[in-house]
C-alpha cells in the first residue's frame, strides 16, 4: 500500500511539474535500427531513414514520422531493389517528468497507427518493372526517454532513446522490435 501511494504521488507531482505551454519539435537526425527475417530466415539489422515532426503540451505529445528504406540484391544480369516507406503517428504520454535547471527529464510511453508501402523493382539485362504494393495499416508501440537542455526559455537541444514493435500485416517476424535514437530542437 505504501509503494501504491509513494508511486500516486510520483505520478501526480510528475504531471503537475510538466510545462503547461505548446513545444513544437522537430527531429531531423534519427538513428533507427529494425530487425526482420531475411529469405534464408535470419534476423536482419534495417536501417531506415527518419524524419519526424511534433506537438508537445504537459505530458502529451503527439509525433508525424516518416521513415523509410531500400536494400539491393543480385549481380549484373539480375537485380532486386525492395524499399519500404511509412508514416506513422505516434500518441505518447510522458507519465514521468523533471525539471532541472536547464534540463528536463522525461519517460514516456506511446502508441502509433498508419500506413506503409512495400514497392520492388526488378532489372533483368536492362528491362525494368516494378511493383508497389498497395498501402497497407500499421501500427507500433514505444517506451522511451528524453532529455532536453534548455538554452532560452523557448528554445531547447532535445534527444531521445526507445524501444519499439512495430505491426504490419507482412512483416516478418511480426511485430518487428525496433530500437531509435533521436535528435532534435524544441521550440
Given at each position: 500500500m505504501k509503494w501504491f501511494v509513494f508511486s500516486f504521488f510520483l505520478l501526480g507531482s510528475s504531471f503537475a511539474?510538466?510545462?503547461d505551454h505548446l513545444d513544437f519539435q522537430l527531429y531531423?537526425?534519427?538513428s533507427e535500427v529494425r530487425y526482420e527475417r531475411s529469405?534464408?530466415?535470419?534476423?536482419?539489422?534495417?536501417?531506415?531513414?527518419?524524419?519526424?515532426?511534433?506537438l508537445r503540451y504537459g505530458a502529451f505529445?503527439?509525433?508525424f514520422e516518416i521513415s523509410n528504406f531500400s536494400e539491393e540484391s543480385g549481380?549484373?544480369?539480375?537485380?532486386v531493389e525492395r524499399s519500404l516507406q511509412s508514416y506513422l503517428l505516434w500518441g505518447r504520454m510522458h507519465f514521468f517528468s523533471r525539471e532541472f535547471t536547464s534540463v528536463d527529464l522525461s519517460i514516456y510511453a506511446g502508441?502509433?497507427?498508419g500506413t506503409y508501402q512495400e514497392s520492388v523493382t526488378t532489372t533483368l539485362s536492362?528491362?525494368?518493372t516494378k511493383d508497389a504494393g498497395a498501402q497497407t495499416m500499421a501500427g507500433g508501440l514505444s517506451l522511451g526517454v528524453d532529455t532536453s537542455y534548455r538554452f532560452y526559455k523557448s528554445l531547447a537541444l532535445v534527444t531521445a532513446?526507445?524501444?519499439?514493435?512495430?505491426?504490419g500485416q507482412d512483416f516478418d517476424p511480426n511485430p518487428q522490435s525496433s530500437a531509435l535514437w533521436r535528435l532534435g530542437v524544441s521550440f
Open positions: 511539474r510538466a510545462a531531423p537526425v534519427n529469405a534464408d530466415q535470419v534476423l536482419e539489422a534495417r536501417k531506415p531513414r527518419t524524419l519526424a515532426a511534433g505529445s503527439g509525433l549481380n549484373a544480369t539480375l537485380r502508441a502509433a497507427g536492362g528491362a525494368q532513446l526507445e524501444v519499439r514493435l512495430l505491426f
